[in-house]
């Protein structure tokens, strides 16, 4: 199976032997079983699969937001199953832009100070130069005129574009989202899948959870996740 | 510069959290604002009444000797260890309150009033006397002799006629407790003042002073022994020698008092602090998802757990602003107060400055430390966990299906849900109970208190079973004053009455006691009452009452039996009265309420140990009516009988007098316990409303779901109103327990404080209705506004609720 998950570019994601069960009232659940992947650099790849397949869990796992019951996951040269707590967030701030499906921006920040958050956070860039550089990648994105509005003020799409500005503040090579297009209308859709190949064509490596297959045309592959385990592995699509 | 995007965030928190904030600030005001009220009035207390007993230059010992001269006393000061002596005099006698009503009197006698140097007085108002027949009295004594400077009163000594004495001014005596609370006078005169009463002029106590009299109380002990003995040796031996503990006679008492006070105060600080913990947790409730979001993009824990610690350090500095001021005034108040009841002059309200900075510390770390704890946990909750949270909680532990089936539960799922919920969350409801129970439990101690004291007074009344006791100026004819006073109209019964103050034996047969100044704190009596006797009803708690006529037993109270350490039922003890040894056996332990340390025996056993065989020194009488007016009444024809045949009068004094001395002193620090404990009931309530708001919040969708299977709006606010009160009524049952222990530590505090055993543990009839209504209605006012907001939303505002 470790060949079939293959890149076509030098390997950014590695995930061997992978496994995640849950322990819960109802007993042990396997939300993810042996999976073996490898993302490359600037590949822009979507996790598919029914409710319940494993696919947030995947992207818990890519993120550290979640930790293995066993296997090993590499990015970069992260050996991120063995960072503790603090380490990991100091590593997800810095490497990885995460993309939620209903955005979650704080309310009480404006949209430009939800960009500028991850930059106060890990401490990326000097303070004068926060406001500028989230203004300059929400213009990038054009919502640069919403940038002094509280995101209930917003529509969905400009949210989740904020989002992406978010993810984007500290330059992570990784991107990473989860459902991102499931709370959108399909225009909506289209647009923010096309921010997405964008940055995949300036050089970021992007992992989508997504069950959406009339999306597939934007992905260079796909991986197809049914109980746990990965079933269809690639796609053809350039 | 502007804002890091972290602090505007918190800012936004705090403007959100705008009620929970104020919560949080008003409960560790009150915690500030009790202990700095407490600490600052103890140390104000313990320093100035320590200064005040100080400055007069106390005897660390008196002698009583016969006659005192110049040349003996100029002798003593060659003494070994001696560093200045002085002769005065101490007589006691009475004073005309009223027309035919008397109080004690207690001089002091001292040639040169304005130049003495130990044990001194200030004088604060008009002169001192310069002729004889003038008279100064202490400060508190001029209202309890309704006098007045430039006024006179009317004194008697045992030994003399009725005198008028002009009071040309008033002192005050920082070493005795205030003439209101003992019901006697203190009064100040020259020996010439003496003889012109009637009394003997000559000086016979011998005040010492000593290196270190504060310290080993052996070697003072040796010291004053030393003395003695030369004295002895020139021919004039003590018949007493009284080492009186180096403190004012209140010292001991106050500070116990306020150090429990103290440590009350503490417990509302720290009840403060764990209401913050609890607030806070309500705080990051709701920012659940956003702690996850902003780990999610880079935060680590440190980061976030900083930012919450800004938030409740600034709630901390916020109280501390407001309950510090506060707390000073209150507690320089009560330094005053208390001052006025012990007979203080403050000379300073200033507190140390390291107090100031430890409550400060206190105020801002203690609550710190509590709400570091949700802090924490909600700052290491992992972030999947918080970014998939639902607010429909699987219950931790089993689910309590038992409830469903409870006859009084079954009929309605509004109650089974409310009791359900409050059970859910384990940790909180400990708080919450814990916040309620303890301030529950001290409301009711105080109460309970409050009632063992009223009992108290109940059974000291009811032990005394007389109107009026009558002493005489010295043991006098039994038979002839029975027969005085039998005839008198409106006496129902009398009974010979003789009290003598003792001492333990010692081996060099001198009689040391540690008795104060003022003569009476600290003094071990002997009393002699009839076998049969109707007035005394002893409590016996250990052995028998008396029932020899004439055997060598006695009977000690709970006060005796602390003075003679050893001493046991059935042990034998020696004591020295009227100079002579009194070797009997202790038969019998009684308890009595509001009497000094006393050994009972039976008049015949006192005649035949000190020789006055057919004599009294007094009676005790009860009469037919027992009003205030009535008793005067017939203790003055009482006294008229008993002169014209003969036998004289030292002082009467009724039960209502002693009942006024007795008393209300204690209820300021009844009423004190009670505002603590509302206080604390305050902050327990802010607990459960904080508690029930933050479960409404947490359960916002489950309301939702509630409401989309058909729950009406008047259902969920039944079942949130309800939890409150069920949690109310749990706290409520842990209160009853835990003020049962607390009222016996107080009640034994308080005891002490007043001359006995601790009081009784009584359990107030009145103490569980009261708190229950109380804490009841607060409960379900509090839970209210959570129960409307939680009614309120609509199922899709709920259902979409992040």
């Given at each position: ?112 100070e939800n960009v500028m958050l991850p930059m106060d956070f890990c401490g ?115 | ?770 708190w229950l209504g109380i804490v009841v209605v607060a409960a379900a006012v ?21």
């Open positions: 199976m470790a060949e079939q998950n293959q890149p076509r570019s030098i390997p950014l994601i590695s995930l061997r032997g992978v496994s995640k069960i849950y322990e819960s009232a109802a007993g042990r659940v396997g939300a993810l079983e042996d999976v073996d992947l490898e993302v490359g650099s600037g590949e822009l790849v979507a996790i598919i699969g029914k409710s319940g397949s494993g696919k947030s869990t995947l992207i818990n796992l890519l993120t550290g937001i979640d930790s293995p019951t066993a296997g090993q996951i590499r990015v970069a040269a992260t050996e991120v199953h063995s960072l503790g707590q603090e380490a990991l967030a100091r590593w997800r701030g810095r490497s990885v832009g995460i993309v939620f499906q209903f955005f979650q921006l704080l309310p009480s920040l404006t949209v430009a990326t860039y000097p303070p004068r130069e926060r406001r500028p550089r989230a203004l300059g990648l929400l213009a990038e994105l054009g919502i640069g005129d919403q940038a002094d509005k509280l995101p209930t003020a917003l529509s969905g799409g400009q949210q989740q574009r904020a989002a992406i500005a978010r993810a984007l503040a500290n330059d992570p090579s990784l991107l990473v989202a989860d459902e991102p297009t499931g709370n959108l209308d399909s225009r909506t859709a289209e647009d923010v899948m096309q921010l997405f190949a964008a940055c995949a064509r300036a050089g970021k490596t992007v992992v989508m959870a997504t069950h959406e297959r009339d999306l597939g045309r934007y992905f260079a592959r796909s991986v197809t996740l049914a109980d746990g385990r990965v079933v269809e592995p690639a796609s053809a699509r350039s | 510069m502007s804002l890091a995007p972290r602090w505007r965030k918190l800012l936004g928190d705090i403007r959100d959290g705008q009620g929970r904030l104020v919560m949080m600030v008003a409960a560790i005001a009150v915690g500030v604002f009790a202990v700095t009220a407490m600490s600052t009035g103890y140390t104000i207390l313990k320093r100035e009444i320590r200064r005040g007993y100080l400055a007069t230059n106390p005897a660390a010992a008196l002698l009583e000797v016969e006659r005192l001269d110049d040349a003996l006393v100029a002798g003593v000061r060659r003494q070994p260890g001696i560093i200045a002596a002085e002769a005065s005099g101490r007589l006691r006698g009475r004073v005309e309150v009223r027309p035919d009503e008397w109080l004690p009197l207690l001089l002091f006698v001292t040639p040169e009033l304005r130049t003495a140097q130990i044990a001194t007085v200030e004088l604060g108002a008009g002169r001192w006397p310069a002729t004889p027949g003038e008279i100064v009295l202490e400060r508190t004594a001029l209202p309890v002799a309704n006098g007045v400077v430039g006024g006179s009163i009317t004194v008697q000594l045992p030994t003399g006629a009725p005198h008028a004495l002009t009071i040309t001014g008033a002192v005050h005596d920082a070493s005795l407790a205030p003439a209101w609370q003992e019901q006697t006078v203190y009064g100040y005169v020259t020996p010439a003042t003496i003889e012109f009463l009637g009394g003997d002029a000559n000086l016979h106590t011998l005040k010492l002073t000593v290196r270190d009299p504060g310290g080993d109380r052996a070697g003072l002990e040796r010291t004053s022994v030393g003395v003695a003995q030369w004295l002895a040796g020139e021919g004039h031996p003590s018949s007493e020698i009284r080492i009186p503990p180096y403190q004012h006679p209140h010292e001991s008492q106050m500070t116990s008092v306020v150090r429990m006070l103290l440590v009350f105060s503490a417990l509302t600080l720290v009840l403060g602090a764990v209401l913050t913990g609890t607030l806070t947790a309500s705080l990051l409730a709701p920012q659940v998802r956003q702690i996850a979001v902003m780990k999610a993009v880079g935060a680590g824990s440190r980061q976030i757990l900083a930012l919450y610690a800004t938030l409740v350090l600034g709630v901390g500095l916020a109280a501390v602003a407001l309950g510090l001021p506060l707390g000073i005034a209150a507690g320089r108040a009560l330094a005053a107060n208390t001052a006025q009841l012990l007979n203080l002059e403050l000379s300073s309200l200033a507190v140390p400055a390291w107090l100031y900075v430890v409550e400060v510390l206190a105020g801002v770390g203690i609550p710190l430390l509590a709400a570091l704890v949700p802090i924490d946990a909600a700052t290491h909750r992992p972030v999947r966990e918080c970014l998939a949270e639902f607010g429909i909680d699987a219950p931790s532990r089993r689910p309590n299906a038992w409830l469903g089936r409870l006859p009084l539960l079954a009929r309605d799922t509004a109650l089974v849900l409310a009791v359900r919920n409050a059970l859910r969350r384990r940790g909180r409801l400990l708080l919450t109970l814990g916040l309620l129970a303890t301030a529950g439990a001290l409301f009711m101690t105080s109460l309970n208190v409050k009632s063992a004291w009223q009992q108290n007074l109940v059974e000291a009344t009811a032990e005394r079973h007389f109107d009026a006791e009558i002493y005489l100026t010295h043991p006098q004819s039994r038979a002839t004053a029975l027969a005085a006073v039998r005839a008198v109209p409106g006496v129902r019964r009398i009974e010979p009455y003789s009290a003598e103050s003792v001492a333990p034996e010692r081996a060099d047969g001198l009689n040391l006691v540690t008795t104060y100044p003022d003569g009476g704190h600290g003094s071990l009596r002997l009393q002699a009452v009839p076998l049969g006797s109707e007035f005394v009803a002893p409590h016996l708690l250990e052995g028998k009452w008396l029932s020899l006529p004439d055997a060598d037993e006695v009977v000690l109270n709970e006060g005796a039996l602390a003075m003679l350490p050893g001493v046991r039922v059935g042990a034998g003890i020696q004591l020295r009265v009227r100079g002579r040894v009194l070797g009997a056996r202790v038969v019998g332990l009684i308890r009595e309420h509001l009497t000094p340390a006393s050994v009972y025996l039976t008049p015949a056993t006192l005649e035949r140990h000190t020789g006055t065989a057919g004599l009294t020194s007094g009676l005790r009488l009860s009469f037919e009516r027992a009003d205030a007016d009535s008793v005067a009444a017939s203790i003055a024809a009482t006294e008229r009988a008993l002169a014209a045949s003969g036998v004289k009068v030292a002082l009467s004094i009724s039960q209502i007098a002693l009942g006024r001395a007795l008393g209300g002193h204690l209820f300021i620090l009844i009423f004190i316990l009670l505002v603590m404990s509302l206080l604390m009931g305050a902050v327990g309530v802010l607990g459960l409303a904080s508690a029930i708001a933050t479960g409404v919040l947490e359960r916002t969708r489950e309301f939702a779901v509630l409401r989309a299977v058909g729950a009406q709006a008047a259902t969920i606010q039944r079942s949130v109103i309800a939890e409150g009160v069920f949690v109310a009524l749990l706290s409520v049952l842990v209160a009853v327990v835990v003020s049962v222990p607390l009222t016996a530590i107080v009640a034994r505090v308080v005891g002490t404080a007043s001359l006995g055993p601790a009081l009784d543990v009584i359990v107030s009839g009145r103490a569980l209705p009261i509090a839970s209210a506004i959570p129960a409307w907001r939680a009614s309120r939303l609509t199922i899709r505002e709920a259902l979409a609720y992040q």
